[in-house]
């Protein structure tokens, strides 16, 4: 049987090439040979304040970023999250299962916690509606970056648990991480590329071109250039981008190159910036170009209509058998 595949992104901002190398290219590859389903998660989104009216219009936006990316809704289930309530539904029942204190030691959760005044309850649930996505769907595999580990391994937590005490009827999910499952910010390479962090620490998708290159022309470095020398995390994360970027052109023969050169002390790194650059605008330019035309075709609100009906049909099916093994009202 085919394995059935599930993932999610925040429509909150902009794409960034984290979660492009991370999570979307491969969605996109997975679509070769698995049963997948693709979600935009809103529900998720409003866990912190967001303007109702640019939820909406990021919800779209992220669909037609998704398709420009090689996800495609002929062979794929392309769905926003709240056009299916049973994800809320599922997420109430799989409350019941979760230990208070499997939440509180949830990273993620530490991190966008700390230091604010208002904390929601529902960003401290996020990770049990998160299980409830991939599990509506009883999806085996999770494509996801190296921050989104914890909470797969949580999901699956969770289905031992509602398994115990209702039956025997979800599967345990694996994460899928692929290579750059970690890109880290440019301006500051200890931490994650992240739209939370700021303006200065992701470089879009979609982003003008001037703007990338000014952001890549001021990526942290380093001063040292002595032969041998251990590569500092800014310069390495500059070749985990450029790596990437080989990876999908097939022609890694520049970062080879460089990375000779800068064993042997002698990388200038506003070469090794420059090929960044270029190299990376030839893996996005494409991207930017059919997300052009699909901006003027108009059709993404049916795409995203029509994922949903599908996506319904699997959901109201596996809600029947749960609210029955649950002991809840049959509808
Ligand atoms: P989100 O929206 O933060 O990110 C979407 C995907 O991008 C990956 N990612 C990265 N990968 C590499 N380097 C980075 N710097 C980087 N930043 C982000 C993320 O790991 C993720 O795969 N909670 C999820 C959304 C979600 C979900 C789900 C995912 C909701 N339900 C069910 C999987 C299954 C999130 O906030 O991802």
């Known amino acids: 049987m085919v394995q059935r595949v599930f993932s999610g992104i ?15 290219r491969n969605w996109a590859s997975l679509q070769e040979d698995h049963d997948c389903v693709y979600c935009i998660v809103d529900y998720h989104a409003i866990t912190t304040e967001i303007d109702p009216k640019v939820l909406r219009a990021a919800s779209r936006s992220m669909a037609l970023d998704l398709i420009a990316c090689g996800i495609d809704p002929q062979r794929t289930i392309l769905f926003t999250q709240s056009a299916v309530p049973e994800h809320t539904e599922l997420a109430w ?14 990273t993620q959760f530490k991190n ?17 509606l998160q299980a409830a996505d991939i599990l509506l769907y009883r999806a085996t595999g999770v494509p996801v970056g190296e921050d989104q580990v914890q909470h797969v391994e949580l999901s699956r937590r969770i289905a031992r648990r509602f398994n115990a005490r209702f039956g025997e009827f979800f ?3 694996e994460p899928i991480v692929g290579k750059g499952a970690r890109v880290m ?20 998708v979609m982003e003008d071109e001037r703007s990338i290159h000014s952001k890549i022309r001021s990526a942290v470095t ?13 310069v390495a994360n500059l070749f985990e981008v450029l790596d990437l970027s080989g990876g999908l052109l097939g022609d890694r023969s520049a970062a080879a ?10 990388l200038m790194y506003s070469r090794l910036k420059d090929t960044v650059f270029e190299n990376l605008m030839e893996v996005l330019r494409p991207i930017r170009q059919r997300r052009r035309e699909l901006e003027a075709s108009g059709i993404v609100e049916d795409i995203l209509r029509e994922g949903a009906n599908k996506a319904r049909v699997i959901a109201r099916e596996n809600m029947t058998k749960v609210r029955e093994m649950a002991g809840l009202v049959i509808r």
Do not use: W
Not at 112 to 128: E, M
């Open 171 to 173: 599967p345990e999910p």
């Open 112 to 128: 966008k916690s700390a230091g604010k005044k208002f904390v929601s309850a529902g960003l401290f649930i996020y990770p049990v």
């Open 93 to 106: 029942i799989f409350g019941c299962v979760t230990g208070y204190s499997d939440l509180a030691r949830m």
């Open 10 to 24: 925040q429509p909150t901002g902009t794409l960034h090439i984290g979660n492009y190398f991370g999570a979307i």
């Open 185 to 204: 910010s440019l301006a500051d390479p200890a931490i994650k590329m992240s739209k939370t962090a700021g303006e200065a620490h992701y470089i879009g």
């Open 257 to 266: 190159e460089l990375r000779t050169e800068f064993e042997s002390g002698k």
């Open 222 to 234: 380093d001063t040292g250039l002595k032969p041998g020398a251990t590569m500092s995390l800014g």
